[in-house]
């Protein structure tokens, strides 16, 4: 088994994207010593601790071992610098660079010991990218709320946040998950509401994924449309959809009874013969 078997949180200094990061960890054990490892990718604003106890609960009604981790620029992790703003392929890298190189950090050999992801709107994002990039090295993904291209839907709820965030308590309340809350507003919103990234679009990227997809999305999800999900099972042909009635853009908090049984589901086929 590649990791830690007890639960707990760490630390892993990587070098990625030209620089030395600090990224907080947590792992979470299963009696199983060779359960699946359900590796989670956080929202555009979220954190190991944003997450709360929901990793725990998949992991216990999938049987999975977990890690959940903060990106760069949050949480606990190595904040952004001051004055950067993230490149418009941000999520590229992170993909490409970032979180392999965290797995090798921990001593997961991806490619012997091939974690499923789940990935929540830019983590949804990220995973998908990972499993194009790196299509030995993956089991599964999971995708909830994620972005393949650019809606005005999308643009004008994230200038809504902006503004939440400099006449509300926003901020606080992101303080209570990040140590540097400016760091991982600031990086998220800027490079989203930057111009250039209007033309961001991972389309091309899709058919390359062979591993299978479960597309999670909310009917409501005020930050896309279901042309996301839908889209994603268009030149990925293996993505099972889930489409929720009632449902905004986190599926995991609005509806999390049912997007854990939809996990535990998904990652159960998986250990199936195929």
Known sequence: MNGPATAGTVFADVHALGRDMRLECRWIASPRPQAPLLVFLHEGLGSVSMWK?????????????????????????????????????????QAREVLPA???????????????????SDGGSIALLYAAMHPDAVAGIVVAAPHIFIEDVTVSSIEQARQAYLQTDLRARLGRHHAD?????????????????????????LPRIACPVLAIQGVDDEYG????????RRLAPQTELLEIPGCRHSPHRDQPASVIQAVAGFVGGLEKPR
């Open 53 to 93: 106890d929901w990793p725990q609960q998949v992991c216990e009604a999938s049987g999975c071992r977990g890690l959940v981790y903060s990106r760069d620029g949050y949480g606990q992790s190595t904040p952004r610098p001051l004055q950067e703003k993230w490149p418009v392929d941000f999520m590229h890298g």
């Open 225 to 232: 449309t279901l042309a996301q999900i839908r889209g994603i």
């Open 102 to 120: 965290l797995l090798r950090a921990l001593g997961v050999d991806a490619r012997q010991d091939r974690p499923v992801l789940f990935g929540h």
């Open 181 to 205: 809350a400016d760091s991982a507003f600031w990086g998220w919103n800027d490079v989203w509401l930057d111009p250039g990234f209007r033309a961001w679009n991972i389309e091309e990227y």
